[in-house]
């Protein structure tokens, strides 16, 4: 008795002790958000002036971060809300409305009226109900500055089979927040964990609510045992038999003024339904200890069901904070989750069925050979590393680490096939597996056990890159990843933060969603002023080393103008090599 009184007592001061600081948090948050509203209201106001649907062809989106990516329940197409840009000086929130026809690799916009205001880090569930039904929750709107934040608290459903926003005003919902997870489950909405941030503090929750879909209500769940710490961005599941799954997450803590310390959470629990799955239910939460090869911590990871029972999770990051900057190593792998089995184990690339038989019948070959000896074939590799460069627009070079993992088959090719694979590989042939780059934050959707990857971010230094590539994989075949759309360059803008001073006053209509006539006049001010900075030349007959040694100083102070003060020496030094060698062999293309 006397050790659960303990945990009781225990329990019930990190509950006031997490209420004081929700309230310190609200109020001054207030202030913050009041002023936001006035900037919401304006753009409303601007939506409220469609008074027609309108679905028209347009070419992908533009890059964006934190938008929903859902399956349509019932036709071949994905659907893209909202959204997030930044471009080193503005932030633009996006509440465009997408649609992605699978069998015909195109996109179209859908113009509705009255639709949720501008947002990102909002959450989105779809429903088979009355022809499809997408329900969204919450999300943030920032600033043009992306120094104050409004955190919404409303619950919208589309209408699919109508095309028609409805608000959905019912009492008794979560908080404002945002980096929170939502599922649909057994008709009902299920909503766990966020954060909620204004400009001086932050506070992250691990409350549960669920939404009635029959009887359009809200409650809050008291599930009985000790359940996971607060956090965002984590995994959730939703069991056939109506349980939940959470997996991991982040989190910080204020460890001193002007100090935060963030956690990336690599646990996992049951949240278990006592009962029918109905709103007087009991529910309980117990930790889970999975089998099998767990993900490596990290954050900014993506999740979707998939086949056979099964849930997983794409890419991410593992930040390494330093005394003064943060460093980031980006994944571009998957992890299976088998929900039966409570297992994790990392996908294996299988390689197309034609590489696999010329394989195999090239061993046979080898054996008959070897007059019928048996063959010692080399041990397996391990993970391959390829490093890709891409130039944008305004001259740097980002460079890019993929690695591949070995494939379950045999990797053995001799070294005049790989030359011949790295010739056609520019030309799409069979060769060198083409798979989305490493990043975090991507949106993912299944659809008919197909994987798509949509967009997300890396870095390079001080400078943020915004994907807007399109790729899939059978989840059946495991075979190879498609690229449905490459990443352009030409939509990369990134501004130092110095060049901003002067145009802090214009900044409000840079949270309007960015209108294509400022992206584009901002871009061509971008390249008339690269246009006219003129590289070294390459001298007549001069080799590429001697290029190096002569202007390797330039470079370096090119990168470190582009990736700023904080990048380390080495990473600055390679990305300055990979500038002047780009530049080297075309000199067109990055001048």
Known sequence: MGKKGKRDKKGKGAEKTLAKMEKKVSRRAKKEEEDLEALIAEFQSLDAKKTQVIESSCPPPSPRLNC????????????????????????????????????????????????????????????????????????????????????????????????????????????????????????????????????????????????????????????????????????????????????????????????????????????????????????SWSRLSPSGVKPSPRSGFAVAAAPNNRCLLFGGVQDEEEEESIEGDFFNDIYFYDIGKNRWFPAQLKGPKSERRKRRRGRQAEAEAAGGEELQLPPPQGPLEIVKEVVAEDGTVMTIKQVIPAAAEDKDRSGSEEEEEEEEEEGGALGQPVEPCPRSSAMVAVKHGVLYVYGGMFEVGDRQVTLSDLHSIDLHRMDQWKVLLEMDPKTQEWLEESESDEEEDGDVEGAEGGEEEEEESSEEESEDEEGEQQHPAVQPGEAQAQYLARTEQYWLGLARSHMGPEAKDKKVLKVAHAMAKTFYEDPIQTS
């Open 68 to 283: 929903s990516f859902c399956a349509h329940p019932e036709r071949d197409e994905l659907i893209l809300f909202g959204g997030e840009y930044f471009n080193g000086q503005k932030t633009y929130l996006y509440n465009e409305l997408y649609i992605y026809n699978i069998r015909k690799n195109s996109w179209a916009k859908l113009d509705i009226p009255n639709p949720p205001p501008r947002r990102c880090a909002h959450q989105a569930a779809v429903v088979p109900t009355a022809g499809g039904q997408l329900w969204i929750f919450g999300g943030e709107f920032a600033s043009p500055n992306g120094e104050q934040f409004y955190h919404y608290k409303d619950l919208w459903v589309l209408h699919l089979a109508t095309k028609t926003w409805e608000q959905i005003k019912a009492p008794g919902g979560p908080s404002g927040r945002s980096g929170h997870r939502m599922v649909a489950c057994k008709r009902q909405l299920i909503i766990f964990g966020g954060f909620h941030e204004s400009a001086r503090d932050f506070i992250y929750y691990n409350d549960v609510y669920t939404f009635n879909l029959d009887s359009f209500t809200w409650s809050k769940l008291a599930p009985a045992g000790m359940g996971p710490a607060p956090r965002s961005g984590c995994q959730m599941i939703p069991t056939p038999e109506g349980n939940i799954i959470i997996y991991g997450g982040y989190s910080k803590q204020r460890i001193k003024k002007d100090v935060d310390k963030g956690t990336l959470h690599t646990d996992m629990f049951l949240l278990k339904a006592e009962g029918t799955g109905k709103e007087e239910d009991r529910w």
